[in-house]
């Protein structure tokens, strides 16, 4: 299957500094990414989809001007934590949908945020 | 909105065959999905079923669907210990956000 490449695999910051995780498809196009968040031993929560060449769309209660989505190019998509706090910490994972709607999502390996 | 729900955790011996139930609320899904998660890694999509199908095999794996009671479930044969993981169930409408359950907890015994 299609490869979605999430770097950093683990970061740890300290508070009030702010991360960014990048999320690339490495052999297709992704017009549509989403990002998700998951809490130790929880499902995952969808936080934002994010478009390539618009505004992110996100869900109910998540904080745009913290959590800030840029998709820039059709094969990646970043996500940056500003002034992180220890709440912050999670489990974070991207996915990827190929163009003209394949209906498979190819996910990331999702990076750990610890913030100290 | 949109919900999907499964139990939490699941025990099989080794060898038997698991079955993971799943619920859903969205009469508008269109694809359904098993996605299976090993500790501090990834999602790995096992396999996925278009909402007009009832069942899809896949070697060890059978998906049933019951689109009437809106349920889904995922059967492991000949359980291994391999198949240790969480196993999510999800949702989605056409090219839309998928909507994840809080995932199965699956552990095998000797």
């Known amino acids: 299957g299609a490869v979605v490449s999430q770097h950093p695999s683990w970061v740890i910051c300290k508070s009030g500094t702010s991360v960014k995780i990048e999320c690339r498809s490495l052999d297709f196009q992704a017009t549509t990414m989403f990002w998700y968040r998951q809490f130790p031993k929880q499902s995952l929560m969808l936080m934002a989809t994010s478009n390539e060449g618009s505004k992110a769309t996100y869900e109910q209660g998540v904080e745009k001007d913290k959590f800030l989505i840029n998709h820039a190019s059709l094969t990646l998509s970043t996500l940056t934590v500003t002034s992180a706090h220890p709440e912050d910490s999670s489990f974070y994972i991207c996915s990827a949908r190929e163009s003209k709607g394949n209906t498979e999502a190819f996910f990331g390996q999702g990076t750990r945020l610890t913030v100290v | 909105g949109e919900d999907v729900e499964q139990s939490l955790f699941l025990s099989v011996r080794e060898g038997d065959s698991s079955v993971i139930n799943c619920t859903y609320t969205?009469?508008?899904?269109?694809?359904l999905y098993w996605y299976k998660q090993e500790p501090g890694a990834g999602l790995q999509l096992l396999t996925y079923i278009f909402s007009n199908m009832d069942m899809k095999q896949d070697q060890r794996l059978t998906v049933l669907l019951n689109k009437k009671d809106k349920h889904l479930s995922l059967r492991i044969a000949d359980t291994q210990t391999g198949d240790s993981a969480i196993y999510f169930c999800a949702e989605s409408e056409a090219a839309s956000k998928i909507i994840f359950g809080s995932g199965t907890r699956l552990s095998i015994r000797p």
């Open positions: 969205d009469s508008s899904s269109t694809y």
